[in-house]
């Protein structure tokens, strides 16, 4: 399968519980890259490329969640990489 960028809102019950912890740990594992990052509204944004079948993986470990947290809803929007990130980061 192809490279593809993932660009990903997950909405809930989703800071401070560990979601980004799981959600960078995770691309971490699957040598995706990209990032992590809280949004001021309450939600979470994941920015990941890499391989396809990975990121399709990935976004459903992502509409779980780690235990304490209850995702609610996931907006997912697939693109083309652009080879930008290296590694996988947990954003402030």
Same mark, same amino acid.
């Given at each position: ?9 997950? %909405? ?8 980004? %912890? ?8 699957? =040598?995706?890259?990209? %990032?992590?990052? =809280?949004?001021?509204? /309450? ?7 890499? =391989? ?5 993986? %990935? ?5 779980? /969640? ?27």
């Amino acid at each position: 399968m192809a490279d593809k960028r993932l660009l990903a809102k997950i %909405y809930g019950r989703v800071q401070g519980v560990g979601f980004r %912890y799981f959600a960078r740990e995770l691309g971490r594992s699957m =040598n995706l890259s990209g %990032y992590v990052r =809280n949004l001021p509204g /309450g939600e979470v944004e994941v920015m990941a490329e890499g =391989n396809e079948g990975l990121l399709a993986k %990935y976004l459903g470990a992502l509409r779980v /969640g780690p235990t304490r947290a209850h995702v609610e809803r996931v907006d997912a929007v697939w693109g083309e990489p652009t080879g930008e990130f290296y590694g996988f980061a947990a954003k402030a």
